[in-house]
């Protein structure tokens, strides 16, 4: 037994106090949810904490960061749980879970909503669309609000509005200490920027608070697919495509084989391809006129960029990406596509080992470059692309490792090519440096100052963490 599990297996006996001061369950190995209640969205992870607080509210949280701090247990802080290093779970200490917390508050006339860390976008995007508004949210609706808004935010309205950070007004969070806080640019304005980026790294959010925008409820998206023997030069045209392409418009492409999704003709599946997918975010009348060149080029296998109900959009993938399956990531950012970079794409996609796994570029730029480097912890102000590399594979493949070198072989490919950062929500559990890369020196030594004044004793570690020195 190592030394954190001897120290985590201590206050067994005291696992009836944590369950007298909370009101949501407390979930232990011997009791039948337990292999429920530590299931993540990536199911190569596979830890076993001591005791999962399913927290109720706020009262919840701080009573439950109290009993770890006094007793010096490893803490993970779990909300949607679909961050691929699964620091949303540790082995032998505790989780405070935020997955049951799910109000949401759309105030129309103000346009804001408030919604409570365990709300998945899917759910928030649901309720804001009610009003035919919605605020910067990532493309599956299974991913939670609260590690996507902590590390940033970026998904089909970015262009138009920023990154989902750009759009936070304020936040709930129960620090170290064990005190609820509001942060804002009024309130705490040093702990707003923080969390802007930082992570879970400076206490446990329990609410958002966004600015929303008047989105759809029809909006013109959706994919368009070619062969991938044709990718060298669909994504060259694409390249010149965005290059002008107005802020109402964000793109993404995905390498891949096409998976068994029931809008794709069957003769499709398992067919390399190339998908190009759009959103415009603004009057679909006027966005048809922008397209248009895309949707033009080439022969398309399927072109399904049409109106369609921005919550169709948003669920589209979603079966692509589906939890409990087991997934390794590895990510780069990079400057606007060079020949070099399309080629080295094309290549290493052409390679994968697993039917599932794929490659996906984000397209950044517009109002998300707009905002300054300084103004939020966040840091991916000037790339161009974000590429994220997704070995996916089932528990009964044998050949995890080969997937797995595959995304490496892939990485290291793309390093000639990359820009400086990479983008934080899509690091595994890949070390410090890393961490420190997601911000550059000069900002992570401003987040390691707030951390000392936040968290200096590095309790709220397992995470992509910023340590205090
Ligand atoms: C299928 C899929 C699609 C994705 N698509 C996008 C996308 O379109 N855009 C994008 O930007 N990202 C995307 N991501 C990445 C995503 O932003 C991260 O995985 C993010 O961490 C998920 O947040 P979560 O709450 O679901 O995960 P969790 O695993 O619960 O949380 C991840 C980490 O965030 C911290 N954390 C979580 N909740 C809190 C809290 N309440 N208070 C303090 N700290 C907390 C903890 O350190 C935790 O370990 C995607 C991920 C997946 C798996």
Redesign the pocket.
């Known amino acids: 037994m190592d030394s954190e599990t001897a120290t985590t297996l201590a206050p067994i006996t005291e696992i009836e106090a944590l369950r007298d001061s909370v009101r949501g369950p407390v979930i232990c190995p011997e009791d039948d949810a337990y292999d429920e209640a530590r299931a ?3 199911g190569a992870i596979d830890r076993r904490p001591r005791a999962i607080v399913r927290c109720t509210g706020a009262a919840d ?1 701080i009573n439950a960061v109290r009993f770890g701090r006094e007793r010096d247990l490893p803490v ?13 779970l540790c082995d032998g200490g505790l989780v ?1 879970d ?2 049951p917390m799910k109000g949401i508050r759309v105030d129309p006339a103000a346009r804001t909503a408030r919604a409570e ?2 709300v ?2 899917g759910e928030l995007d649901r309720e804001t669309q009610l009003c035919g508004l919605a605020t910067v ?4 609706t ?15 309205l970015m262009r138009k509005y920023g ?2 950070v750009d759009n936070l007004l304020s936040v709930d ?2 620090t170290a200490e064990g005190e609820l806080v509001t942060a804002s640019d009024h309130q705490n304005p040093d702990l707003f920027w923080g ?1 802007r980026g930082g ?8 609410s958002f608070e966004y600015r929303l925008h008047a989105v759809g409820p029809t909006v013109l998206a959706g994919p368009i697919f070619h062969p991938l023997e044709r990718a060298p030069e669909v994504l060259r045209f694409y390249r010149e495509f965005i290059a002008s392409a107005p802020d109402e418009l964000t793109t993404i492409f995905n390498l891949r084989v096409a998976p068994p999704l029931p809008f794709l003709p069957e003769d499709v599946h398992g067919k390399p391809i190339v998908m190009v997918g759009a959103c415009y975010a603004g009057p679909p009348e006027d966005g048809a006129q922008v397209v248009r060149p895309l949707k033009e080029f080439g022969t398309p296998i399927i072109d399904l960029l049409e109106p369609k109900p921005y919550l169709a959009l948003q669920s589209m ?2 079966p692509s ?1 589906q939890p409990g399956w087991h ?1 390794y990531w590895k990510s780069v950012e990079l400057p606007p596509l060079t020949d070099g970079a399309i080629d080295t794409l094309v290549e290493h996609a052409a390679a994968l080992t697993s039917p599932k796994s794929y490659c996906i570029v ?1 397209q950044l730029g517009g109002a998300l470059s707009r905002v300054g480097a300084d103004e939020t912890a966040f840091s991916q102000r000037e790339a161009a692309h974000n590429v ?1 590399i997704n070995a996916v594979w089932t528990e009964e493949d044998t050949e995890a490792e080969r997937h797995i070198a595959w995304a490496r072989g892939f990485f290291d490919a793309m390093q000639p090519h990359a820009g400086g950062r990479v ?1 934080l ?2 690091l595994g559990d890949e070390g410090a440096e890393r961490v420190r890369q997601a911000y550059g020196a000069q900002k992570y030594e401003r987040l390691v100052e707030l951390k000392r004044a936040y968290d200096p004793t590095n309790f ?1 570690r ?3 963490n910023i340590q205090p020195g």
Not at 76 to 88: D, T, W, Y
Not at 142 to 156: D, N, S
Not at 199 to 206: D, H
């Open positions: 993540i969205w990536n949280v993970a802080v779990r909300s949607g749980g679909h961050g691929v290093g699964g620091h949303a405070i935020l997955s860390a365990g998945l976008w949210g990532g493309i599956v299974h991913t939670g609000i609260a590690g996507l808004t902590l590390g940033g935010g970026i998904g089909w990154a989902t969070l129960v969390v992570g879970g790294n400076f206490g446990v959010v329990t993938f979603d990406a997934y984000f994220n983008y929500n899509f709220f397992l995470n992509q």
